[in-house]
């Protein structure tokens, strides 16, 4: 284990916004995460809003620790707002975390009220 992880071989104690990172293999060009159990709530009723996300980037030197990710993921729970604002957020934070030389996150909320909404938040660094 790498003692510079504050989350990877610990107990989860809770949501955490701190991402972990590693230094990029030297053969890796493009990292995916997909989770479809990304939550949070409306900012206008307080209602609890699912949806899936796929963060993917060209790593320049780090890489995301996915424990780290998960627990990140997590602290949107109580958050309240809307979607767009949601994937603009996580590719910030993403791209604050690792450099990339481009981060891209499309976020799929779930079907409500017949419409299913998808946002798309890119960053680049070249």
């Given at each position: 284990?790498?003692?510079?992880?504050?989350?990877?071989?610990?107990?989860?104690?809770?949501?955490?916004?701190?991402?972990?990172?590693?230094?990029?293999?030297?053969?890796?060009?493009?990292?995916?995460?997909?989770?479809?159990?990304?939550?949070?709530?409306?900012?206008?009723?307080?209602?609890?809003?699912?949806?899936?996300?796929?963060?993917?980037?060209?790593?320049?030197?780090?890489?995301?620790?996915?424990?780290?990710?998960?627990?990140?993921?997590?602290?949107?729970?109580?958050?309240?707002?809307?979607?767009?604002?949601?994937?603009?957020?996580?590719?910030?934070?993403?791209?604050?975390?690792?450099?990339p030389h481009h981060c891209r996150v499309t976020l799929t909320q779930n079907v409500r009220g017949g419409l299913q909404l998808t946002a798309v938040a890119e960053c680049s660094g070249d």
């Amino acid at each position: 284990m790498d003692s510079e992880f504050r989350h990877l071989g610990r107990p989860a104690q809770g949501p955490s916004a701190e991402l972990d990172t590693f230094a990029r293999p030297p053969h890796v060009t493009s990292v995916s995460f997909q989770s479809a159990e990304l939550t949070s709530l409306c900012p206008v009723t307080g209602q609890p809003d699912f949806a899936t996300v796929l963060i993917e980037y060209r790593p320049r030197t780090l890489c995301l620790e996915g424990k780290s990710l998960k627990l990140y993921l997590w602290t949107f729970r109580e958050q309240r707002m809307f979607a767009e604002q949601l994937a603009d957020t996580i590719a910030r934070d993403v791209f604050k975390a690792l450099s990339p030389h481009h981060c891209r996150v499309t976020l799929t909320q779930n079907v409500r009220g017949g419409l299913q909404l998808t946002a798309v938040a890119e960053c680049s660094g070249d």
